[in-house]
C-alpha cells in the first residue's frame, strides 16, 4: 500500500529544516522525512536516522510544496551514555508511571524512551535550557533520568 503525504495538502516533516521535505503516512510506515523522487508517485524516504541511505517508496502522490516547521525536532539524538533515540512518528504510547501527565517523544536504543509534558505545543521534549541539552529518560515504569544530548541530528536538503 503506497503512502500518503498530503492529508489536507502536503505536510512537512517534524524534523525539515529546509523546504519540500515530506511526513507520509501511515505512521507505521516510518516516512518522517521523504523527497520526491524523479518518478511519478514515488518518494525517497529516510526510514532511520543513522541510514546512510535513502529508500524508494511508492506515494498516493507527488505531494506539494511544504516549508520547514518554524521550531522543527531532531530526527534523531546521540545521547551522552551512547545510546541512539528516534524521533516517536505517532501510535498510541502510555505516559510513564513516574510522570502520569508526560508523554514520550522518542524510543531510544536501549529499550528506553524520552518523556517530557505533554502540554507544551512545538515541544521536542528535550530542555533547552543550558549549552548542553537534557533529556528525561527511562521506561514505563520506574524512574526517569536526566542524560546529556551530545548530537541532534535534523534533516536537510543537499544543495
Not at 505512521?27 to 520526491?36: G, I, M, P
Not at 529516510?46 to 541511505?53: K, M, N, V
Amino acid at each position: 500500500m503506497p503512502v500518503s503525504c498530503s492529508r489536507g495538502g502536503a505536510l512537512s516533516s517534524d524534523a525539515a529544516v529546509d523546504p519540500n521535505i515530506l511526513q507520509c503516512f501511515p505512521t507505521a510506515a516510518n516516512a518522517e522525512a521523504c523527497w520526491a523522487a524523479v518518478a511519478p508517485a514515488t518518494l525517497l524516504c529516510l526510514l532511520h536516522p543513522w541510514s546512510h541511505s535513502l529508500t524508494l517508496v511508492k506515494a498516493d502522490s507527488n505531494a506539494g510544496k511544504t516549508m520547514p516547521p518554524a521550531h522543527p525536532r531532531p530526527i534523531g539524538l546521540l545521547l551522552t551514555d551512547g545510546e541512539n533515540c528516534q524521533l516517536r512518528d505517532g501510535g498510541a504510547w502510555s505516559a510513564p508511571a513516574a510522570e502520569p501527565s508526560w508523554t514520550g517523544y522518542y524510543w531510544c536504543s536501549g529499550g528506553h524512551y524520552i518523556f517530557a509534558p505533554d502540554n507544551q505545543p512545538g515541544s521536542d521534549g528535550l530542555n533547552h535550557s543550558a549549552p548542553l541539552w537534557r533529556a528525561e529518560v527511562g521506561t514505563w515504569t520506574g524512574k526517569l533520568r536526566s542524560i546529556g544530548v551530545r548530537t541532534a541530528y535534523y534533516v536537510g536538503t543537499a544543495s
